[in-house]
């Protein structure tokens, strides 16, 4: 079959592979959508510290289960729409230890440190394996990245006497965003420099939107929360100034949530982190529970799929759309892959 390969920086091809064959206890999915992530574009770029090449790039997936081996409850069957879990834990480390499976040490993430799914097919152990009732498979390639900012969202304890703002309304922003409605925060802020991000963020549960590149960005959030500062900020951009803007504007005793890495090393005024005696927290991946959230909250239909899938291709096309997003990627939210088209729940 046939699999798109990102083979140097800046270089795709298409490269012929196996067909995969389930062992026991695994399922074998025939791949619907696949949605191009950020560390897709990174691996493009050569710009991503993990990966090594050529590697193959996909992890936001919507299949269907085509077979299933020995071994697989029968809760999982022939015909059903499903997303996976692209991450592999070693089960030894520290962080496995305290059940924190999504930030293992020897973490293995398909499309990064492992070879994706970009192919027609791909067998995967069952326990990988989440059925969402009623979702497309169009939607079920949402979950995995809308599942990173849920996953921030709780690493930041979000909850309904809560002022959160989103630094940045990519994909993972967007999710995060989501998230602090379905938490029910009190507010939700939408930090972007782009008014159609903006925009998308409001159908995404944000109550306030802030073009920071228009407005100075301390006067409007100090002017939307009564001069505290939001208590929650989460920043999904991964750049210096809002690494360190995170820090500046949350409120005292606040928490700040980093999903981005920030392409450059960063310099702090360590005294507010002391001040204002912070929790500042890294979130990585997701968990069970984290994919659980985002899908319900895709079943309840609160989150704007039309606007975020700002580009669908076929696999044909996937190479020239990784490059289009490189070279311009304010134009861009979630450009999704379709390989075989079966959109309705």
Known sequence: MNALVIDAPGKVSFR????????????????????FCGSDLSTFRGVNPMVSYPRIPG??????????AGGVPESIQPGMRVTISPYTACGRCPSCRQGRTNCCRDNQTLGVQRDGVLAPRCAVPWEKVFPFEGLSTRELALVEPMSVGFHAVGRGRIGESDVVAVFGCGAIGLGAVAGAAFSGARAVIAVDVDDGKLSVARKAGATHAVNSARVNLREALQEITAGDGPNAVIEAVGLPQTYRAAIEEVAFAGRVVYIGYAKAPVEYETK????KELDVLGSRNAMPED???AARALQEGRFPVDDVITRTVSL?????ALRAWSESPQDFTKIQVVLSDINKP
């Open 272 to 275: 507010l982190f002391v001040q």
């Open 291 to 293: 994919f659980r959230r």
């Open 316 to 320: 044909a096309e996937a190479g020239e």
């Open 59 to 68: 992890h936001e997936v919507g299949a269907v289960v085509e077979t299933v």
């Open 16 to 35: 012929q592979i196996p067909d995969p064959v389930p062992a026991e206890g695994e399922v074998l999915l025939r791949i619907c959508h696949i949605g």
